[in-house]
């Protein structure tokens, strides 16, 4: 009889749909000054009180879809399958722009418009699926005549009922082709001779770092070692705003107060700073596709 129960239970959590993790994360560029993220988690809880709710950040700039797909290329990987992310920034929020949840290839769901938030993550991750999320079944009761808040009456709505094992991923909506997954042209990281181009997708805004798209493999070949000089070149609009040599470092601390240098950041990107001072306000350096950096060995 013990082992009849036992079989019973393993056979029960075979059957479970890998979203029932009941982790439901949100993303949006509605700050908290007001009541939408309270709404959207309201919305959740009222699908299922079991739910465990958090943040990835609802300070993304407004309208910054680039923003939106960047974090969450930094933050999905290291949730595990099956937690549903909301990422609501939708300036075509009640167009004809598609709502989709989408499946990495680690397990992990996305709700959310397909207007190139989902960019680098699916990049990054991979594509599982994709499915256009059905409203007449994945929609808040009686919030029809609502056409801007889909993050509350479709989105939060979707997610919870994702996570809480309501649906299935298959009962999200019909299956979409992965092709036609709405991405942001942007320029690639690239090594030519003994220079390697890049660009500043987003700052760490806390303390005004600056982060390039310049990853650790291709910034290896030059082989430099803790210490040794970097030549820095950024752009803005092709126009070359800063340019200085830095030493490489591991630490912020390697370097005296408000000294530059140049290190990897926590996503293994090469990023540069002043120690305990903001490069990008010191030197008016912002964000996006029309600023680049190149680097080269000193």
């Known amino acids: 009889m013990h082992r009849f129960f036992l079989l019973v239970a393993f056979l029960l959590l ?24 309270s709404e959207m988690k309201g919305v959740a809880i009222g699908v299922s009180p079991d739910l465990k709710l958090f943040d990835l950040t609802h300070e993304i ?54 207007n190139g938030t989902l960019t680098l993550v699916a990049e990054a991750l991979g594509i599982g699926e994709i499915r256009e999320i059905d409203e007449a079944v994945n929609r808040r009761k009686d919030s029809q005549k609502s056409y801007t808040f889909h993050g509350r009456d479709v989105y939060a709505y979707t997610a919870a009922r994702l996570a809480a094992g309501v649906i299935t991923f298959e009962e999200v909506g019909p299956l979409l082709p992965k092709q036609e ?12 001779g003994k220079t390697i181009k890049g660009t500043i ?21 030059l082989k430099l ?58 030197f008016k350096i912002g964000s996006g596709n029309e600023w680049s950096v190149e680097v080269e060995k000193k």
């Not at 930094?74 to 075509?92: L, N, R």
């Not at 997954?181 to 690239?190: E, F, L, N, R, T």
């Open 14 to 37: 075979v059957r479970l749909s890998p979203a029932q993790s009941k982790v439901v994360v949100f993303q949006s560029d509605f700050g908290l000054k007001d009541g939408a993220v």
């Open 61 to 114: 700039p407004a309208y910054n879809i680039w923003e939106a797909s960047y974090r969450l290329r930094q933050t999905v990987p290291y949730w595990p399958a099956g937690t549903v992310f909301v990422s609501v920034v939708d300036p075509g929020v009640g167009t004809d722009r598609k709502s989709v949840v989408l499946r990495t290839r680690t397990g992990q769901f996305i709700v959310t418009p397909d």
């Open 225 to 282: 070692s803790f210490g040794d000089e970097l030549y820095v070149k950024i752009f803005h609009n092709g126009k070359m705003v800063y340019h200085d040599n830095m030493p490489y470092s591991a630490t912020f601390g390697a370097v005296a107060l408000g000294k530059p240098l140049a290190y990897m950041n926590s996503v293994l990107q090469l990023s540069f700073a002043l120690n305990q001072a903001s490069f990008s306000e010191a």
């Open 201 to 221: 997708p987003v700052l760490d805004v806390q303390y005004g770092n600056i982060w390039t798209n310049i990853p650790d493999d291709l910034f290896r070949p």
């Open 181 to 192: 997954v709405v991405s942001i042209p942007y320029q690639k990281a690239v090594s030519e």
